[in-house]
């Protein structure tokens, strides 16, 4: 069965720093794009960021410069370093993966659709 599980979450001041993490299994990890959406009340579900299997990184605009994602493939595990978090940042953090296709263009990779694997989610909270 596979099973993504989100842990990390939490209630932080505007400018602090979190990290979240995306242990997996089930999967072959190192064969699998690794993203990350957030959900913010009464929102769509949008894009994160996401790592691919051979390490190349892609981030929304919004993020971009502020979060990194990472992988441990030993450890079957993705993580999402958020740092600079202002009260938009403020949602429900899922991680989501898939078989990568190496050939895809990142942009493939944004979409919701292309994912066959959610985790629960962790709420993180920015306050003001």
């Known amino acids: 069965q596979v099973q993504l599980v989100e842990s990390g979450g939490g209630l932080v001041q505007a400018g602090d720093s979190l990290a979240i993490s995306c242990v997996t299994s089930g999967i072959t990890f190192g064969s699998y794009v690794i993203a990350w959406f957030r959900q913010a009340p009464g929102k769509e579900r949008t894009f994160v960021g996401h790592?691919?299997?051979?390490?190349?990184?892609h981030y929304a605009e919004s993020v971009k410069g502020r979060f990194t994602i990472s992988r441990d493939n030993a450890k079957n595990t993705a993580y999402l370093q958020m740092n600079s978090l202002t009260p938009e940042d403020t949602a429900v953090y899922h991680c989501a993966a898939d078989t990568d296709r190496t050939y895809r263009d990142a942009y493939v990779y944004t979409l919701r659709t292309e994912y066959s694997y959610w985790g629960q989610g962790t709420q993180v909270t920015v306050s003001s």
């Open positions: 790592i691919r299997n051979d390490g190349r990184t």
